[in-house]
């Protein structure tokens, strides 16, 4: 069992719930967990078929620290350990000590326990364990304990990716992923690369009024020479804070991707930016699907009538089965008050997908052709359009709302919480 960080602590301060932390996706890693209750064993279960944990090699079973260490007298330990335990002081102390006799050094442990007493984790961090975790927890805390135990031995941060997804082809999803990735980087002063995934037909260089000569095709087929530095040579800058990873757009090669060629690249990616927005092709197969459930936000943009409505309640319904402990797709309606059609209400299109309506964009085609013509975002062409200002709300409730993963609940993030607010009030 190894140390994976400490806390140099003023006072003894109560252990309070309510500190929150997020979840980025774990590496590729083993995990074994053995709880005590069935509460913390179904966080567990759903926290290893969260998509966070999609690329380890996690198991969850009953039994507590016994199981464990009967089970590591004969087998080799994982890389993290998580161990339930209803016992406090003395007792999970000395169960700890019979568990060091069989556990490897490189391990590392978490311990979910149901004491809130700051004296047991002073001595759980002395005999070397690495985050202790307070009941009841939610999946999402149980993964982001295991992040802060890579994000401590020195990984990289890595960035938010936002998927940006049209129900239906021709209702504008490229106009609003470019939009609102313009909006996060000159509104919001994030640091944004927008990523055109729609190889053959991509017009993210034509609306950004670029013609790189490298892009993301370039990355995705470089094989065994994908790095950090040909993703920084390949990423064009378009502003001091907006890069562009551009589709070829053209034909003279098919484009048969999967997902194992994709996936490295948004990681790379992700390590070098803050914001990542995919630009995502109105198909669906294999690498969309798993692109898709792998993005942190995700953006469904459609027109208002019926066809976009059924194709949107699907991927909401797919969405909400496979990504339960997510933010909710975002909503954007485009092209709303086309003349001579008939459209669905926008609050009723968003309340028959039980979403909130994150922007509602009018059907302004005078605006967006001169835009488009001319190589510039709406801001650019009118500052004050109202569409503008849809795009600008949007990069704002990405960019500045997080929700709360359930049961956050650990004792580190709360000494730290409270250190924090002494340090203010002083």
Avoid at 47 to 72: E, K, N
Avoid at 159 to 182: D, E, L, Q
Avoid at 344 to 356: G, K, S
Wanted: hydrophobic content about 45%; proline content about 4%.
């Amino acid at each position: 069992m190894t140390l994976a960080h400490d806390y140099e602590e003023h006072g003894e301060p109560r252990l309070d719930a309510g500190s929150q932390q997020s979840a980025t996706l774990l590496p590729r890693i083993s995990i074994q967990a053995f709880c005590e209750t069935r509460d913390v064993m179904e966080a567990l279960e759903e926290a290893r078929a969260d998509r966070r944990a999609s690329r380890t090699q996690m198991s969850v079973q009953m039994g507590g620290v016994a199981a464990a260490i009967d089970l590591y007298r004969e087998s080799p330990t994982p890389d993290i350990v998580v161990l339930e335990s209803m016992a406090g002081g003395q007792r999970l102390l000395d169960d700890l000590e019979r568990l060091a006799d069989v556990c490897d050094a490189e391990t590392q442990v978490i311990i979910i326990g149901h004491a809130n007493d700051v004296m047991l984790y002073r001595q759980l961090l002395a005999r070397g364990v690495s985050e202790y975790l307070v009941a009841p927890v939610g999946p999402v805390d149980a993964i982001a304990a295991m992040c802060r135990l890579y994000a401590q031995e020195g990984e990289q941060h890595t960035g938010r990716s936002i998927a940006v997804i049209g129900a239906k082809g021709g209702v504008g999803a490229s106009t609003v992923a470019h939009n609102f990735g313009w909006a996060m980087s000159q509104d919001m002063l994030k640091n944004v690369a927008i990523a055109d995934l729609d190889l053959p037909f991509g017009t993210a260089g034509l609306d950004f009024n670029q013609d790189p000569s490298q892009g993301i095709a370039d990355a995705i087929f470089a094989g065994d020479r994908l790095d950090e530095s040909l993703i920084d040579k390949l990423l064009w800058k378009c502003t001091d804070r907006l890069s562009l990873f551009a589709a070829p757009a053209t034909l003279d090669r098919d484009y048969d991707l999967e997902f194992e060629a994709v996936e490295p690249v948004i990681d790379l990616v992700r390590s070098l930016v803050p914001h990542i927005i995919l630009d995502m092709p109105h198909q669906w197969n294999a690498w969309m699907r798993q692109t898709l459930m792998a993005a942190d936000d995700i953006i469904i943009v459609a027109a208002p009538d019926l066809g976009n409505l059924r194709n949107a309640k699907n991927l909401v319904d797919l969405l909400t089965t496979h990504r339960r402990n997510d933010r909710q797709p975002f909503l954007v309606l485009n092209q709303v008050g086309v003349p001579k059609r008939p459209e669905i209400a926008p609050r009723e299109f968003a309340d028959a997908l039980n979403l909130e309506l994150a922007a509602e964009i009018a059907f302004e085609p005078q605006l967006f052709g001169t835009a488009a013509n001319n190589g510039q975002m709406i801001s650019e062409a009118q500052t004050s359009a109202k569409a503008a200002e849809a795009f600008r709300d949007l990069a704002r409730a990405i960019a500045g709302q997080s929700e709360a993963p359930r049961g956050a609940n650990t004792l580190i993030a709360q000494l730290m919480s409270r250190l924090k607010m002494m340090k203010d009030k002083k």
